[in-house]
């Protein structure tokens, strides 16, 4: 998966930009030949699992964080269980919120 990913990587650059990739992340992520606002170059994501894979190496060193990242990868209904449990979505915004309902029951 990953050979072949790069071998996609290393095509897709070469053919953007005329150069040859001389990184590890120019395989991953191949560049465009385009600069970003920044004066970064403008990189694409190819639409396979090893983006995913950079995600959770991303994100090893936090245990919050990479539980987090694994709960995104469950099925629909578990991964709603998990953002419910948690009180925030992907983006982080709150899902239910704290006013009183005037209900005792409801928390």
């Known amino acids: 998966m990953v050979l072949g990913h790069a071998i996609v990587g290393a095509t897709i650059q070469y053919a953007l930009t005329g150069k ?8 991953l992520f191949p560049e465009t030949g385009l600069i970003d ?8 994501a190819i639409a396979d699992f090893v983006k995913d894979v950079v995600a959770d190496f991303s994100s090893f060193p936090h ?6 990242e694994w709960s995104r990868k469950l099925g629909p209904f578990w991964n709603a269980l998990a953002e419910m449990y948690r009180n925030r979505d ?6 239910f919120s704290k006013r009183d309902l005037g209900a005792p029951w409801v928390q």
């Open 20 to 27: 040859r990739p001389k990184r590890l992340l120019d395989y």
């Open 37 to 44: 606002a920044y004066g970064q170059p403008v990189r694409i």
């Open 63 to 68: 245990p919050k964080k990479m539980a987090e």
């Open 90 to 95: 992907f983006w982080g915004t709150e899902i």
